[in-house]
């Protein structure tokens, strides 16, 4: 798809909610929108502000792309559904600037947390008095692992890997299962 195409095919995506942030890193933001969604927008290396339209929208459609090959070949990824446009006022005051609209990747929102966070160890350091809770801990430490190693197998065979690690994955809790993020350093292992 070619740019104009993608342009093309941006509509307005209808919310009542006022988004809240679920997360941030270098490059970008994600917000809950509601109905179990969220959206990934860009903005400025380490700044508060959103890129504008021109320049987020071939990033975002690039991310878009490798989540949806990976999501068709089985990875566990969160399912994307478009790019959209949204009203600049659903962001926080400070990050809002004098544009009307901005563009957001939306996925489907995984109700879970950073597998760097839900490490032990990283418990252990945070929380050195509850060191008991390590050993309770355990079983899902293990879970992850296996849980890791088999998307990060499955995810290698389609593509290359750029920027991997567990700090771009989120884990949830019932079905013990790891979801890749942040996908847009990656390429398309194109069949020859
Ligand atoms: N689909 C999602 N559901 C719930 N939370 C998410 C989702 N995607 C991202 N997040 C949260 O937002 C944070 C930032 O997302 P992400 O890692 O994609 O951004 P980034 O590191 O700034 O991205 P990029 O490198 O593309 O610029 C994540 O660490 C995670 O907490
Ligand atoms: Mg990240």
Not at 10 to 20: E, G, L, N, S, W
Not at 43 to 56: Q, V
Not at 121 to 137: A, D, E, L, P, V
């Amino acid at each position: 798809m070619n740019d104009s195409t993608a342009q093309a095919a941006i509509r307005q995506y209808p919310c009542d909610a006022q988004f809240q942030l679920l997360g941030s890193g270098a490059f970008a933001q994600v917000y809950d929108i509601g109905n179990g969604l969220a959206a990934k927008v860009k903005k400025y290396p380490d700044d508060k502000f959103i890129k504008p339209n021109n320049s987020a929208l071939p990033e975002l459609k690039h991310e878009e792309t490798i989540l949806s090959h990976l999501y068709e070949m089985g990875v566990s990824v969160p399912k994307p559904e478009g790019i959209f446009s949204f009203p600049m006022t659903k962001l926080p005051p400070g990050v809002q600037d004098d544009r009307e609209e901005f563009y957001g990747l939306v996925m489907q929102k995984i109700n879970g947390q950073s597998v760097q966070k839900a490490m032990p160890h990283n418990w252990f350091f945070n929380t050195r008095t509850r060191s008991g809770s390590i050993i309770r801990n355990l079983p899902w430490t293990r879970d992850i692992e296996a849980s890791w190693n088999q998307e990060i197998k499955k995810a290698e065979v389609v593509c290359q890997i750029a920027d991997a690690h567990y700090g771009n994955a989120l884990f949830t809790f019932p079905d013990r299962k790891v979801y890749l993020i942040d996908v847009d350093f990656w390429k398309i292992i194109e069949k020859q």
